[in-house]
Nanobody, 124 residues
Framework: QVELVESGGGSVQAGGSLRLSCAASGYRASTSCMAWFRQAPGKEREAVAAVDRDGSTSYADSVKGRFTISRDNAKSTLYLKMDSLKPDDTAVYYC??????????????????WGQGTQVTVSS
């Protein structure tokens, strides 16, 4: 069974940090492009960051310099280190993956495997 399970969400004050994890199982995570998306209440889901098979990374402008995406293929785990958090970062964060070639990393339709999401709340 192919599955992505996120963890590490929580509540933090503005300026604080959190690290999200996404554990993959049921397939070879090292062969997939993996990404983080988020959805705030009343807003559309948006891309946050992605890491391809070769380790290359991409970030949304809103998180560049504050968030870092990484993967540990030996553990089949994706991470998102979030620093200097702002109230606007409050959202449910989702892990996504796909084993085919992802051409537009920021488009959610490129990813066929999704986690259930983890809540991140940043208070001012």
């Amino acid at each position: 069974q192919v599955e992505l399970v996120e963890s590490g969400g929580g509540s933090v004050q503005a300026g604080g940090s959190l690290r999200l994890s996404c554990a993959a199982s049921g397939y070879r995570a090292s062969t997939s492009c993996m990404a983080w998306f988020r959805q705030a209440p009343g807003k559309e889901r948006e891309a946050v960051a992605a890491v391809d098979r070769d380790g290359s990374t991409s970030y949304a402008d809103s998180v560049k310099g504050r968030f870092t995406i990484s993967r540990d293929n030996a553990k089949s785990t994706l991470y998102l280190k979030m620093d200097s958090l702002k109230p606007d970062d409050t959202a449910v964060y989702y892990c996504a993956a796909d084993q085919s070639t992802v051409r537009e990393w920021y488009e959610d339709y490129e990813y066929r495997i999704w986690g259930q999401g983890t809540q991140v709340t940043v208070s001012s």
